[in-house]
């Protein structure tokens, strides 16, 4: 059962998690805007003591990231929660910061992103496994690339061994495979699959 009540919480729990600009505008405009987000994201995935004197940070060990992808106007993370601390804290604060640089940065006024961020409850290794793909093929889907090993705001290149960023926890999925040439040649002819199967499932790649 899929369930996208954000405000669902618990220790050991897979979430997909996705959220797109207001009014589907675009929420990354150059190079630095995606970095910026990435930076953020990763200093509460992995808190450093030297910042909390000047960041409100996750208690560590909070919460690991398995996969993601920032498209221009949206974003996608697959998270599992390790401790109390709910997925809302950790997007609250990503996103508070990140609305505040872009904002800033572009000289405007209001909302970034389209009202509460999307929670999808991932209950087997099937549907992790597919999500994964789902979530690496959309620069691909989006037309964007032809190549999503191209594609540098992914966790793609990280899982197949051609930009290794640290941030991400790809274990979980790759142990379900014999190799790692055994998932990228499962997720890259996938492709048609999850296409179809994201339209089914209301799911969105723009």
């Known amino acids: 059962m899929i369930n996208r009540d954000y405000k669902d919480s618990a220790p050991g729990t897979y979430f997909h998690i996705y959220n797109r600009g207001n009014k589907k505008e675009d929420i990354f405009l150059d190079e630095s805007d995606f970095k910026f987000f990435l930076f953020r994201l990763k200093q509460h995935l992995f808190p450093d003591e030297k910042n909390k004197n000047r960041l409100v940070l996750m208690p560590k060990d909070s ?86 090993e191209h594609y540098r705001w992914s966790s793609y290149p990280d899982f197949i061994g051609k930009d290794v960023t640290g941030m991400c926890d790809k274990e979980v999925i790759l142990n379900q495979f014999k190799s790692n040439k055994d998932f990228k040649d499962y997720t890259e002819s996938s492709y048609e699959i999850i296409k179809n199967k994201a339209e089914l499932a209301g799911l969105t790649f723009e």
């Open 63 to 148: 919460f690991s990231l398995i996969s993601y992808c920032l498209m221009p106007n949206h974003f996608h993370l697959l998270l599992r929660q390790n401790l109390d601390t709910p997925t809302s804290k950790l997007l609250l604060r990503v996103c508070t910061s990140y609305s505040m640089y872009f904002n800033k940065k572009y000289d405007k006024i209001g909302h970034i992103f389209q009202d509460q961020f999307k929670q999808v409850t991932v209950g087997d290794n099937n549907y992790l496994k597919w999500l994964s793909c789902y979530i690496h093929q959309n620069p691909k889907v989006a037309g964007i690339v032809k190549n999503i």
